[in-house]
């Protein structure tokens, strides 16, 4: 079992930064694919992110592409999601996944383990 703890989250003006974290409780991430949803009120969760279990491999909604950073520190047990240049369109509750694996993984679907989720709001 794996246990998921995000962090980060908070009000900031539209144009700014913010770094979510996700912290996996003794745990090693080596083996692990994460990724990171949102999903904002009346709106289906979607995909924003995704690493993969092996070899460090990105990939990114066209939402947030050359905008948001997937990354993760191994030693900490730690993913963190970087979001620049953020857009009220970027407002939402922020959800870490996890599963075993070595690729990336795109759908919910595909993923074992949750966080509580953060929530981002944007003003303008």
């Known amino acids: 079992q794996v246990q998921l703890v995000e962090s980060g989250g908070g009000l900031v003006q539209a144009g700014g930064s913010l770094r979510l974290s996700c912290a996996a409780s003794?745990?090693?991430?080596?083996?692990?694919?994460m990724g990171w949803f949102r999903q904002d009120q009346g709106k289906e969760r979607e995909f924003v992110a995704a690493i993969s279990g092996r070899g460090g491999i990105t990939y990114y909604a066209d939402s947030v592409k050359g905008r948001f950073t997937i990354s993760r520190d191994t030693a900490k047990n730690t993913v963190y999601l970087q979001m620049n240049s953020l857009k009220p369109e970027d407002t939402a509750v922020y959800y870490c996944?996890?599963?075993?694996?070595?690729?990336?993984?795109?759908?919910?679907?595909?993923?074992?383990?949750w966080g509580q989720g953060t929530q981002v709001t944007v003003s303008s």
């Open positions: 996944a996890a599963r075993s694996g070595s690729y990336y993984y795109l759908r919910q679907s595909q993923y074992d383990y």
């Open positions: 003794g745990r090693t991430f080596s083996g692990y694919a």
